[in-house]
């Protein structure tokens, strides 16, 4: 993820297009956000235990569970014409071209709006609502956080295949378990923010005041599906995890990352009328994304 932060302030200072990147985790983690604290929210004990990193986001929002999902990351400049100036209606932007790309792959979502009485917080992601959701029958299928810098945004959003629930019950229900999380040093920076085993580099651009890049195009196997849940478990779930689910547990659906990559391209390219180019990193991102690992290490 210190790419995504290196590419937005490189997008901040013109040095850089507007930039669309999605990606994969080789092995599972948590990204928890820009202020959110992982003592209290995380049961560390349990992450390190079974070799779960836990990384900080340059992103806002609650924390997500990297696995089994399509992580997106989107930069522009704030004076790009084509956003917003604010963080809610830009946000909206990206969920409507999102949303197109659900529709192109048969996936009948909507885009619900929560007024702010009805939003409530949580530590995990996709148990926290927000006043814009993209949804599939009251399930929420897509989480998102955006960061403003001085002169960029920078949205993160993960898109889960298959939710391990007795996972995420371990992650983020310790105090249901009595479990008292350590005070483990965080690591920071996005260590596990690489490539996954079986991938294609690709990258995008398209002009529209700057271009569109779209790193690291994934193809993975999805692994630890769901388990057999016990009915302890399964009450937790009823609790906390009944208003999310991951795309391919929507009907029967099974969706590969290469097919939902290609159609949220579409759909950028459809809601923002451009046409996308190949592109690569540049040499000042990557200068600045070796400080921001630095920075964070």
């Excluded at 084509?82 to 909507?110: D, M, R, T, W, Y």
């Excluded at 619900?112 to 959701?133: D, G, M, T, V, W």
Aim: aromatic share 10%; glycine share 8%; hydrophobic share 35%.
């Amino acid at each position: 993820m210190a790419k995504d932060e290196a590419i937005s302030i490189a997008c901040g200072e013109g040095k850089s297009p507007a930039t669309l990147r999605f990606y994969g985790w080789k092995t599972p983690a948590v990204s928890i956000g820009y202020s959110q604290k992982a003592e209290s929210d995380i049961n560390l004990q349990y992450c390190n235990s079974v070799g779960i990193d836990v990384v900080k986001r340059p992103t806002g929002g609650r924390a997500v569970l990297h696995e089994n999902e399509l992580t997106f990351s989107f930069n522009v400049s704030i004076e790009n014409p084509l956003f917003p100036k604010n963080i809610l209606n830009s946000h909206k932007k990206i969920s409507e071209a999102l949303l197109l790309g659900l529709h192109a792959v048969g996936v009948n979502a909507q885009l619900q709006y929560k007024s702010k009485k009805e939003i409530h917080r949580n530590p995990f992601c996709f148990s926290a609502s927000s006043l814009y959701e993209l949804v599939f029958a009251g399930k929420k299928i897509v989480g998102c956080a955006q960061r403003r810098f001085r002169n960029s945004f920078l949205e993160h959003g993960s898109i889960p295949l298959k939710l391990d629930r007795r996972k995420l019950s371990s992650i983020f229900m310790h105090r249901n378990f009595d479990v008292t999380p350590p005070l483990v040093p965080l690591r920071g920076g996005g260590k596990g923010d690489v490539p996954p085993k079986a991938q294609i580099q690709k990258s995008v651009k398209t002009d529209m005041n700057g271009s569109f890049r779209n790193f690291e195009k994934v193809s993975q196997e999805c692994s630890n599906l769901r388990n057999n849940l016990s009915f302890s478990e399964k009450k937790i779930e009823s609790l906390y995890f009944e208003n999310m689910a991951g795309l391919n547990e929507l009907g029967s659906y099974s969706f590969s990352f290469d097919q939902l990559i290609q159609n949220f391209l579409k759909g950028f390219e459809r809601h923002f009328e451009v046409n996308f180019k190949e592109g690569a990193l540049s040499h000042y991102e990557i200068g600045l994304m070796r400080k921001i690992r630095t920075r964070m290490s």
